[in-house]
């Protein structure tokens, strides 16, 4: 399986945190096409599962992972289960995130709702990190991608969960990248409208208008780009 001629990711492992779908599936597919082990990691097992079979039926290396990231003891099984099958990490690629999607009313939403996005936003990615990292630095190498939002660094309405919790993302990431350096790197990426299942949740004509004024290339991304 190979469609990447820019990497060259032979025997490096990489794990994608809500892959089965959206930007993580896309992510999981790039990265093995590129040569990576690939560690298909979801709540949803069956969607996850989907994809490790698309990558293995094109010659490719992957395994499904149940995982909720906000369930410590799922995190450290997810780290415990890679090592096991491709004896190494390499590549973190943090994609699980939720909330958004106008719906944060700051006069009626509660504080547990408030939590549970920094929870799924940031601390998942932050703890996940951390137990990665020893293994990398093991490895002399190491790439952890952090995704964030737009929404991290222009105001958007009934958003401020969503919003906050990517703008830590995106200091947190120039933390780590400072303190796990020079051997891992560590990247924020904070893409625009991307076409998946979870904006199409939320998505009106009158939102997608919205965003389509704020994109220079006049359509919504797809999670392939």
């Known amino acids: 399986m190979n469609n990447s001629s820019l990497f060259n990711l ?33 709540f949803n097992l069956e969607a996850a599962e989907q994809v490790a079979k698309d ?28 090592l ?19 719906k944060e009313n700051p006069f009626e939403i509660e504080l547990d709702q408030f939590r549970g996005v920094f929870e799924r936003n ?24 952090n995704m964030s939002s737009m929404a ?16 830590a993302v995106n200091h947190m990431s120039r933390n780590l990248a400072f303190d796990y350096g020079p051997e891992i790197r560590v990247n924020a990426i904070g893409p625009g409208a991307i076409k998946t299942d979870a904006l199409a949740s939320v998505l009106t004509d009158e939102i997608e208008e919205v965003m389509l004024k704020h994109t220079p ?9």
């Not at 990558?55 to 890679?82: F, M």
Request: positive net charge; charged residues 20%; proline residues 2%.
């Open 217 to 225: 290339l006049g359509r919504l991304g797809e999670p392939e780009d």
């Open 152 to 167: 991290s660094i222009d105001k958007s309405p009934a958003m401020s969960a969503y919003g906050s919790s990517k703008a």
């Open 10 to 42: 032979t025997d490096k492992t990489a794990i994608i945190t809500g892959g089965g779908n959206g930007i993580g599936r896309a992510s999981s597919i790039m990265l093995a096409g590129s040569g990576a082990n690939v560690v298909v990691s979801d």
């Open 84 to 102: 096991k099958t491709f004896k190494g990490i390499h590549i973190l690629v943090n994609n699980v995130g939720g909330g958004g999607g106008g």
């Open 55 to 82: 990558i293995n039926d094109k010659g490719g290396k992957a395994i499904a992972v149940k995982c909720d990231v906000t369930n410590d003891g799922e995190l450290v099984s997810l780290v415990d289960i890679t």
């Open 122 to 145: 940031l601390f998942s990615m932050w703890r996940l990190s951390q137990l990665v990292a020893p293994h990398m630095k093991k490895a002399g190498y190491g790439s952890i991608i």
